[in-house]
Nanobody, 124 residues
Framework: EVQLQASGGGLVQAGGSMRLSCAAS????????IGWFRQAPGKEREKVSC????????YYADSVQGRFTISNDVSKNMVYLQMNNLEPEDTAVYFC?????????????????WGKGTLVTVSS
């Protein structure tokens, strides 16, 4: 059973940094595309960043390009999101999504597995 659990959220001032972690179980990062998504209050879910080790693809939403960095530790089955220069507009619940590499079509589309999120609040 694939399970994803995000952690590391909290309150930060605008301009600050924060690193989120996603613990993945029931899968191996080599065989799945995995990424970060967010949902702000009253808004729809938004793609943030995704990668696939299988085909080497990497995606960032325009809104976070240059400020956020996704990384992974295959040995620990962990995925991280380093967020720098945070803005109040980044306030949201952040969570992980995953899909088998064979089914991944790129740009964070088609995730089949979702984890519980962690709240990030950026104060102005």
């Amino acid at each position: 059973e694939v399970q994803l659990q995000a952690s590391g959220g909290g309150l930060v001032q605008a301009g600050g940094s924060m690193r989120l972690s996603c613990a993945a179980s029931g899968l191996t990062l080599d065989d799945y595309a995995i990424g970060w998504f967010r949902q702000a209050p009253g808004k729809e879910r938004e793609k943030v960043s995704c990668f696939s080790l299988h085909d080497g693809t990497l995606y960032y939403a325009d809104s976070v390009q240059g400020r956020f960095t996704i990384s992974n530790d295959v040995s620990k089955n962990m995925v991280y999101l380093q967020m720098n220069n945070l803005e109040p507009e980044d306030t949201a619940v952040y969570f992980c999504g995953a899909v088998e590499s064979s089914m991944y079509i790129g740009r964070c589309y088609g995730m089949r597995y979702w984890g519980k999120g962690t709240l990030v609040t950026v104060s102005s």
